[in-house]
């Protein structure tokens, strides 16, 4: 694909590239990539451009194939990613472009252990049209036999929510062999903490909600492919016809929370190292899984394939679900929230979701940018409800049987 072609707006920046400013790091790039042409008077940010319709004889002409505003948000996340990105209303929008892909009757090996909105959707339309193939994602080998004879290896790494890390350069080497196309949801780890592009992958997906925006006001997805693929063709096309568009207004807020994304992602992940140390060693926890603790099952593969370990933190409560309902009905400044990435932390019990199969006690938590001594001191206090429940000695937190018609994020 050409660069002209890339740029499909008149009205927007030029497109960079990494390889054209070689000397920025991502954090600079997060900021300064996506800007509108340094022109007497212009803007310095980006505009919101809100149409439908635009003037004959340009390369758009209606809103469903782009907007300015897109394209400012798809040429900074594709520089941090280091490829081509193409945005979508959401993250689960970009998931379907993806899937959609597979020919019918084709294979897709996926994690067994991931976001269950995504194994949902691929278990809700797979009717006479997918094979299904679900894998414990961390086990090389065992991902590696589900390949043979597959169109699509889907990696989430690490999965949401317990936490596994698998092997992104071998399983892509492999699925490649194998003539699989490779496709990471990068959400958790962001590019600032994992590049799955230059691990081999042939797309990257990211839930633009979450830490790139981080702000938890805008709901948008994006899918990033490498260069040499005709994947990022194949998603416009998709989005235009499916008609799966990101806002204007949404994709102004997610460019606008990139700008402090490598601040925010800094922050956080040295609370969150902080705050899974302190876990482990507190007497109400069973297990903590946060990749940059020693004792972590896949610490070593985490440090050879990401920078950093990110903010995330999964943990088992002492005593089962009562107990860790009751720890995430007790927090103070810790929201009880099913989304994450935010610049406030948001803690939940992922097993109160119908379909997710995460340990009845285990919590997820998105640790956010406010001082860590506070997020400590809130999360000794849910821990101690949590205690008063397992002994009982406090009020139990009754656990709602609802089916929730919704997923959690």
């Not at 949801?185 to 797309?203: C, I, K, S, W, Y």
Request: charged share 20%; aromatic share 6%.
């Amino acid at each position: 694909m050409t660069r002209d072609r890339e740029r499909r707006s008149p009205y927007s920046a030029p497109t960079e590239h990494p390889e054209e400013k070689p000397e920025w790091s991502p954090s600079t790039q997060a900021i300064a990539v996506g800007r509108p042409a340094k022109v007497p008077d212009g803007p310095l940010n980006q505009p919101v451009v809100f149409a439908s319709t635009y003037h004959a004889h340009g390369p758009v002409a209606y809103g469903r194939d782009d907007n300015p505003t897109w394209t400012a948000l798809e040429e900074v996340i594709g520089v941090l990613e280091g490829g081509t990105a193409v945005s979508f209303a959401s993250g689960m929008a970009a998931v379907a472009a993806v899937f959609d892909q597979v020919p019918v009757g084709g294979a897709i090996v996926l994690p067994r252990d991931g976001y269950y909105g995504t194994r949902a959707f691929a278990a809700g339309t797979v009717a006479g049209r997918w094979e299904l193939r679900p894998v414990d994602i961390s086990d090389t080998d065992a991902v590696i036999a589900a390949c043979r004879g597959a169109a699509l290896l889907w990696v989430e790494s690490p999965t949401n929510p317990k936490m596994d890390v698998a092997d992104i350069p071998a399983l892509a080497t492999a699925a490649h062999a194998e003539g699989l196309q490779v496709a990471v949801d990068n959400t958790f780890m962001t590019p600032l903490g994992q590049r799955p592009l230059e691990l081999g992958a042939d797309v990257v997906v990211h839930s633009v909600t979450k830490l790139l925006a981080g702000h938890s006001d805008a709901v948008l997805g994006a899918a990033v492919a490498a260069a040499g693929t005709d994947w990022c063709e194949l998603l416009r096309r998709r989005r235009s016809a499916a008609g799966a568009i990101p806002g204007p207004m949404e994709a102004y807020l997610a460019l606008r929370g990139i700008r402090t994304f490598a601040l925010r992602f800094r922050q956080a992940q040295q609370s969150a190292g902080d705050l899974a140390l302190r876990l482990a060693s507190h007497p109400e926890v069973d297990r903590v899984r946060y990749p940059g603790l020693l004792a972590d099952p896949w610490h070593e593969r985490a440090r050879a394939q990401m920078d950093g370990f990110g903010t995330m933190i999964s943990f088992e409560v002492l005593g089962g679900a009562s107990p860790a309902e009751a720890a995430a009905n007790s927090t103070r400044l810790i929201v009880h929230a099913t989304s994450l990435g935010g610049v406030e932390t948001s803690m939940e019990r992922r097993a109160k979701w119908p379909g997710d199969e995460a340990s009845p006690s285990l919590l997820r938590l998105s640790v956010g940018c406010e001082d860590v001594e506070d997020l400590w001191a809130d999360l000794q206090h849910c821990l101690d409800a949590a205690g008063k429940v397992r002994r009982g000695t406090g009020t139990e937190v009754g656990i709602s049987k609802t089916r929730v018609a919704r997923d959690g994020a």
